[in-house]
Nanobody
Framework: QVQLVESGGGLVQPGGSLRLSCTVS?????????MGWYRQAPGKERDLVAS???????KYADSVNGRFTISRDNAKSTVYLQMNSLKPEDTAVYYC?????????????WGQGTQVIVSS
């Protein structure tokens, strides 16, 4: 079972920035699969916001495109989410997960996530 640990969340003012990190327990799994960042706001479903393939191809949800950047460090089995120009609607618990392709479902065990609060 693939384990994922997220970190880096916190309270930030609108317009501010945060960088989230997610470390995966298996380097082999990390290196050959797509990594994704998801978020779940109170009372809403968990949504995919950014993805990165093993080759570095990226994809973003329209709501974060141009403000968020996903990256990965294969040597550290870690994926990052740089979040700039944060808005109150970005407030959510952020999770990462791994999947076989850009169109498949995640198969890792969901971690506890990291809380992001955007508020003045």
């Amino acid at each position: 079972q693939v384990q994922l640990v997220e970190s880096g969340g916190g309270l930030v003012q609108p317009g501010g920035s945060l960088r989230l990190s997610c470390t995966v327990s298996s380097r082999i799994i990390f290196n050959i699969n797509v990594m994704g960042w998801y978020r779940q706001a109170p009372g809403k479903e968990r949504d995919l916001v950014a993805s990165i393939s093993g080759f570095g191809a990226t994809k973003y949800a329209d709501s974060v495109n141009g403000r968020f950047t996903i990256s990965r460090d294969n040597a550290k089995s870690t994926v990052y989410l740089q979040m700039n120009s944060l808005k109150p609607e970005d407030t959510a618990v952020y999770y990462c997960n791994v999947r076989a392709s850009m169109t498949s479902a995640p198969f890792g065990s969901w971690g506890q996530g990291t809380q992001v609060i955007v508020s003045s």
